[in-house]
C-alpha cells in the first residue's frame, strides 16, 4: 500500500485534535482484544431473519432486564415501498422467531424501525414509520403470555410526521411506578403515550426546539431517566450536538432551552450518497446516540466524527484526500449539586475505538447503559479491508462491540463479524441497533458473510452475536 505523503486538518479543528489524540491514547492503553473478559463471553454469529433473499437493512433491538432471556429485533426488507422484519428470542438468543405476518394490522409501507422496553416492567415494544394517506406512526407490544404481538397500534398523521422515527420508554416524570412511551420523529417533534401505546391515547405532538431556538433536530432519540427525566439528543445538522430535555415538575410539558453536549469537528448533508469520508454508495447520517444511566442519572453520548484527513497529490494532479472517522464519546456525571445534562459537565470528547493507523472509518454507532452501569457500543468498522480509499464505491466492513465496566474510562472492543462486502447496493440504513441487559447483550447489524447466509449471490441478512456476562 502506498503511503499517503501529506496530512492536513481543518485549523478550526485543531484544538479538538488535541484532544482526540490524547483519547485515542486512553482507548488504545485500555484496548482489550478477547472475546473472553471481565466475566464476558461473546458467542459466535447468528442468523436472525429468515432466510429470505431480500436485502436487509437498518436495524434496532430491545430486551427486557426483568427476563433478558427475551429480546426483539427489527429491520427494513428492501423491498418496493419497504416492509418491516421483526424476529423475537425467549430463550437467550437460541433461536430467533420472524413475527412481522403474525403482528395483525402492520400497515404495508412500514419501515424505519425502532424498539423499546421498559427497565422497571420488562415491557417490549416495537414499532416504525408508515407511508401513506396520511402517513403515520405504528407500534406493537409483545405479548409474553400468548409469545406474539398485540395488534399493532397507529397513530396516523400526527404534526410533522416524517422519518426517521424512534421510542423510547420509562416512568412518567416524578412518578417512579408508573410507564409512558415515546414516540420521537421527523426534525424534532416528539408524542407520547400513558397507556402503553394503545389507539387513541397518543397526546398531540411538541416541537423539541425551545420556542426562539432556530436550530434544526435531526434524528431525535428519547431517553427517560429513572426519575422520569425526558432526554431527546439531536443534531442539528451543522457541527452541534445537542440534550434537549423536560424534567419533573415542568409545567406545562415543554423542553427548556436546548444544552450543548459538544461541537463536531466536521458535518455534511444526512442525504448524501457515496460520502467521500466512507467507502460504499450508502448515506451516513451524523447522528448521535445518547443513554441513560438507569439508577443514578448519568448520561452517555457516543456519535463518529471526522479525526484527520490525509491527503496526496496523484501524477495526474488536483488534490485527493481520505478522511479518518472515529467514534467518539461524551458523558454528564450526576455528581452531587449537578443535574444530569449541565452544559458544565459533559467530559471533554474522546475516541473509544481502537487504534486504525491507515485512515479506516468507524460508524453507525449505538450507545446502551444496562442495569449494573455497564456501556455497551455497536459500530461498523472497515479496518484491515485495505479501503483507505474514501471514494471507492464498494465498502468491506465489519460490526465490532465495545463495552466499559468502569463508567467509560476504558473501553475494550471486539470484532463480532468476518469482513462483508456490500456489492455496490446503495442505501444501507442510517443506524445500527442494540438491546443490553446486565446479563446479556444482543448487537444486531447486516454483513453478507456468516453462518447460514443467502447464498448465492451474497445476500445481506440480519445477524447479532449474544454476548453473556456472568451475574
Given at each position: 500500500?502506498?503511503?499517503?505523503?501529506?496530512?492536513?486538518?481543518?485549523?478550526?479543528?485543531?484544538?479538538?485534535?488535541?484532544?482526540?489524540?490524547i483519547?485515542?491514547?486512553?482507548?488504545?492503553?485500555?484496548?482489550?482484544?478477547?472475546?473472553?473478559?471481565?466475566?464476558?463471553?461473546?458467542?459466535?454469529?447468528?442468523?436472525?431473519?429468515?432466510?429470505?433473499?431480500?436485502?436487509?437493512?437498518?436495524?434496532?433491538?430491545?430486551?427486557?432486564?426483568?427476563?433478558?432471556?427475551?429480546?426483539?429485533?427489527?429491520?427494513?426488507?428492501?423491498?418496493?415501498?419497504?416492509?418491516?422484519?421483526?424476529?423475537?428470542?425467549?430463550?437467550?438468543?437460541?433461536?430467533?422467531?420472524?413475527?412481522?405476518?403474525?403482528?395483525?394490522g402492520?400497515?404495508?409501507?412500514?419501515?424505519?424501525?425502532?424498539?423499546?422496553?421498559?427497565?422497571?416492567?420488562?415491557?417490549?415494544?416495537?414499532?416504525?414509520?408508515?407511508?401513506?394517506?396520511?402517513?403515520?406512526?405504528?407500534?406493537?407490544?409483545?405479548?409474553?403470555?400468548?409469545?406474539?404481538?398485540?395488534?399493532?397500534?397507529?397513530?396516523?398523521g400526527?404534526?410533522?410526521?416524517?422519518?426517521?422515527?424512534?421510542?423510547?420508554?420509562?416512568?412518567?416524570?416524578?412518578?417512579?411506578?408508573?410507564?409512558?412511551?415515546?414516540?420521537?420523529?421527523?426534525?424534532?417533534?416528539?408524542?407520547?403515550?400513558?397507556?402503553?401505546?394503545?389507539?387513541?391515547?397518543?397526546q398531540?405532538?411538541?416541537?423539541?426546539?425551545?420556542?426562539?431556538?432556530?436550530?434544526?433536530?435531526?434524528?431525535?432519540?428519547?431517553?427517560?431517566g429513572?426519575?422520569?427525566?425526558?432526554?431527546?439528543?439531536?443534531?442539528?445538522?451543522?457541527?452541534?450536538?445537542?440534550?434537549?430535555?423536560?424534567?419533573?415538575?415542568?409545567?406545562?410539558?415543554?423542553?427548556?432551552?436546548?444544552?450543548?453536549?459538544?461541537?463536531?469537528?466536521?458535518?455534511w448533508?444526512?442525504?448524501?450518497?457515496?460520502?467521500?469520508?466512507?467507502?460504499g454508495?450508502?448515506?451516513?447520517?451524523?447522528?448521535?446516540?445518547?443513554a441513560?444511566?438507569?439508577?443514578?442519572?448519568?448520561?452517555?453520548?457516543?456519535?463518529?466524527?471526522?479525526?484527520?484527513?490525509?491527503?496526496?497529490?496523484?501524477?495526474?494532479?488536483?488534490?485527493?484526500?481520505?478522511?479518518?472517522?472515529?467514534?467518539?464519546?461524551?458523558?454528564?456525571?450526576?455528581?452531587?449539586?449537578?443535574?444530569?445534562?449541565?452544559?458544565?459537565?459533559?467530559?471533554?470528547?474522546?475516541?473509544?475505538?481502537?487504534?486504525?493507523?491507515?485512515?479506516?472509518?468507524?460508524f453507525?454507532?449505538?450507545?446502551?447503559?444496562?442495569?449494573?452501569g455497564?456501556l455497551?457500543?455497536?459500530?461498523?468498522?472497515?479496518r484491515?479491508?485495505?479501503?483507505?480509499?474514501?471514494w471507492?464505491?464498494?465498502?468491506?466492513?465489519?460490526?465490532?462491540?465495545?463495552?466499559?465496566?468502569?463508567?467509560?474510562?476504558?473501553?475494550?472492543?471486539?470484532?463480532?463479524?468476518?469482513?462483508?462486502?456490500?456489492?455496490?447496493?446503495?442505501?444501507?440504513?442510517?443506524?445500527?441497533?442494540?438491546?443490553?441487559?446486565?446479563?446479556?447483550?444482543?448487537?444486531?447489524?447486516?454483513?453478507?458473510?456468516?453462518?447460514?447466509?443467502?447464498?448465492?449471490?451474497?445476500?445481506?441478512?440480519?445477524?447479532?452475536?449474544?454476548?453473556?456476562?456472568?451475574?
Amino acid at each position: 500500500m502506498t503511503a499517503l505523503p501529506c496530512f492536513t486538518a481543518l485549523r478550526r479543528w485543531q484544538p479538538r485534535f488535541l484532544v482526540g489524540r490524547i483519547g485515542r491514547l486512553a482507548s488504545a492503553i485500555g484496548l482489550a482484544l478477547s472475546s473472553v473478559s471481565s466475566g464476558q463471553t461473546i458467542g459466535s454469529q447468528q442468523r436472525v431473519d429468515a432466510g429470505t433473499m431480500v436485502r436487509c437493512t437498518e436495524t434496532a433491538a430491545a430486551c427486557a432486564p426483568t427476563n433478558p432471556n427475551t429480546a426483539v429485533a427489527a429491520w427494513n426488507y428492501d423491498t418496493p415501498g419497504s416492509t418491516i422484519g421483526v424476529a423475537v428470542t425467549t430463550n437467550g438468543g437460541v433461536n430467533w422467531a420472524e413475527h412481522t405476518t403474525l403482528i395483525s394490522g402492520l400497515p404495508a409501507g412500514a419501515f424505519d424501525p425502532t424498539a423499546a422496553s421498559d427497565v422497571r416492567t420488562g415491557e417490549l415494544w416495537v414499532g416504525g414509520y408508515y407511508q401513506g394517506s396520511p402517513s403515520g406512526l405504528w407500534v406493537a407490544r409483545w405479548n409474553a403470555a400468548a409469545n406474539s404481538f398485540f395488534p399493532a397500534d397507529l397513530y396516523p398523521g400526527p404534526t410533522g410526521i416524517a422519518h426517521p422515527v424512534m421510542l423510547g420508554a420509562g416512568p412518567q416524570p416524578g412518578l417512579p411506578n408508573t410507564t409512558r412511551l415515546y414516540f420521537a420523529y421527523g426534525d424534532g417533534w416528539l408524542t407520547y403515550s400513558d397507556n402503553l401505546g394503545a389507539a387513541g391515547t397518543w397526546q398531540p405532538p411538541i416541537h423539541v426546539i425551545y420556542p426562539g431556538q432556530n436550530l434544526g433536530a435531526h434524528g431525535p432519540l428519547p431517553r427517560v431517566g429513572p426519575n422520569g427525566e425526558l432526554y431527546v439528543v439531536t443534531w442539528d445538522e451543522q457541527l452541534g450536538i445537542w440534550l434537549n430535555r423536560i424534567l419533573p415538575g415542568s409545567t406545562p410539558f415543554q423542553f427548556e432551552p436546548p444544552i450543548l453536549i459538544t461541537q463536531r469537528l466536521d458535518t455534511w448533508s444526512w442525504a448524501a450518497f457515496h460520502n467521500q469520508r466512507f467507502p460504499g454508495w450508502y448515506r451516513v447520517p451524523a447522528r448521535a446516540f445518547l443513554a441513560v444511566h438507569p439508577t443514578n442519572g448519568t448520561l452517555y453520548c457516543v456519535y463518529f466524527d471526522t479525526t484527520r484527513r490525509i491527503c496526496h497529490v496523484p501524477p495526474e494532479g488536483g488534490t485527493v484526500c481520505n478522511y479518518d472517522v472515529d467514534v467518539w464519546f461524551t458523558k454528564s456525571p450526576a455528581e452531587p449539586g449537578q443535574v444530569p445534562g449541565d452544559p458544565n459537565t459533559w467530559t471533554p470528547p474522546k475516541i473509544i475505538n481502537g487504534p486504525d493507523n491507515v485512515p479506516y472509518d468507524q460508524f453507525f454507532s449505538w450507545i446502551e447503559c444496562d442495569t449494573a452501569g455497564k456501556l455497551h457500543v455497536l459500530y461498523y468498522d472497515n479496518r484491515g479491508s485495505g479501503q483507505y480509499d474514501d471514494w471507492q464505491g464498494a465498502a468491506n466492513i465489519s460490526a465490532y462491540y465495545a463495552y466499559s465496566a468502569d463508567d467509560g474510562t476504558i473501553w475494550h472492543e471486539q470484532q463480532l463479524c468476518p469482513l462483508w462486502n456490500d456489492y455496490f447496493q446503495g442505501f444501507n440504513g442510517d443506524y445500527l441497533g442494540m438491546a443490553a441487559s446486565s446479563t446479556r447483550v444482543y448487537p444486531v447489524y447486516m454483513a453478507t458473510t456468516g453462518p447460514g447466509g443467502t447464498q448465492p449471490p451474497p445476500n445481506q441478512d440480519i445477524y447479532t452475536n449474544v454476548i453473556v456476562w456472568q451475574p
